[in-house]
């Protein structure tokens, strides 16, 4: 499996900006979808998971009402919409793809960074 996030950028606080993950090597929908970030001197978080269908989405309570998951299986790509950004959100942004069923593993993109600033 391989993913490869892009899209990010540098916007000012209150401005949006969508990231993308592009998901090849295997059926994606074998996998639950996640968005990771790590803001700077911080831990990896979760930032919003989207189940193997698509039906289910979870947030963090820092995003939450803000920021949108989805995914397309048909086209291989999982997308994070992000309104309202914060300084908060300045991070390093992560796709991570975790298989529904033993033994298909859990991986993880390089990244793509986030800079808000005024």
Same mark, same amino acid.
């Given at each position: 499996?391989?993913?490869? /996030?892009?899209?990010?950028?540098?916007?000012?606080?209150? /401005?949006?900006?969508?990231?993308?993950?592009?998901?090849?090597?295997?059926?994606? $929908?074998?996998?639950?979808?996640?968005?990771?970030?790590?803001?700077?001197?911080?831990?990896? /978080?979760?930032? $919003?998971? %989207?189940? !193997?269908?698509?039906? !289910?989405? /979870?947030?963090?309570?820092?995003?939450?009402?803000?920021?949108? %998951?989805?995914?397309?299986?048909?086209?291989?790509? %999982?997308?994070?919409?992000?309104?309202?950004?914060?300084?908060?959100?300045?991070?390093?942004?992560?796709?991570?793809?975790?298989?529904?069923?033993?033994?298909? &593993?859990? !991986?993880? &993109?390089?990244?793509?960074?986030?800079?808000?600033?005024?």
């Amino acid at each position: 499996v391989q993913l490869v /996030e892009s899209g990010g950028g540098s916007v000012q606080p209150e /401005e949006s900006l969508r990231v993308s993950c592009a998901f090849s090597g295997h059926h994606l $929908a074998s996998f639950t979808m996640g968005w990771f970030r790590q803001r700077p001197g911080k831990d990896r /978080e979760l930032v $919003a998971s %989207i189940d !193997y269908s698509g039906e !289910y989405t /979870e947030y963090s309570d820092a995003v939450k009402g803000r920021f949108t %998951i989805s995914r397309d299986n048909s086209k291989n790509t %999982i997308d994070l919409q992000m309104n309202d950004l914060t300084q908060q959100g300045k991070a390093v942004y992560f796709c991570n793809a975790d298989g529904i069923r033993r033994g298909l &593993g859990q !991986y993880w &993109g390089q990244g793509t960074q986030v800079t808000v600033s005024s």
